[in-house]
């Protein structure tokens, strides 16, 4: 049995997973030395936040952030295209399962912010990072 927060992000893996099959996957970890041929994909656990309890029955309504960052495929003339066909791609798969497998009430995916970055001896990459958010309910703020 797995936590409902743990359902939550193994659904946003899987989401983040279907939607760029050739990017690198990453959780909790830092950037890569060198850019990935598919881009790279960062989870983070991000912040459950502080829930919304309701008490007839007991039940915490989280509305969790989970950090994401998304290295584009390198490539120094087409960098912005690459990089926005990998968001557009993951924003389609969100949108067509906003329940992530049905471990979710709701997701939605924040703006990205946009910038280039140099990783080390590399052409520089055009990377965003943004927020999905996750609305789960669990009964116990442990599980």
């Known amino acids: 049995m797995e936590s409902a927060r743990e ?43 502080e829930p919304e ?12 952030e989970f950090e994401i960052e998304v290295l584009g495929p390198p490539g120094s003339t087409n960098r912005h295209e690459l990089l926005d066909q990998l968001l557009i791609l993951i924003g389609d798969g969100i949108e067509a399962d906003r329940s992530l497998g049905g471990v979710a009430e709701w997701a939605e995916a924040t703006a990205p912010m946009t910038d280039d970055l140099t990783l080390e001896n590399a052409e520089p990459v055009r990377g965003a990072q943004f927020n999905i958010v996750v609305v789960y309910s669990t009964s116990n703020p442990l599980t």
Do not use: C, M
């Open 7 to 49: 359902a939550a992000a193994k659904g946003v893996k899987a989401v983040l997973k279907a939607a760029a099959p050739d990017a690198e996957f990453r959780r909790d970890q830092p950037w890569p030395k060198r850019p990935d041929p598919g881009g790279t994909i960062i989870l983070h656990d991000g912040d459950p936040g």
């Open 53 to 64: 309890v309701t008490l007839s029955p007991l039940l915490y309504t989280y509305t969790h």
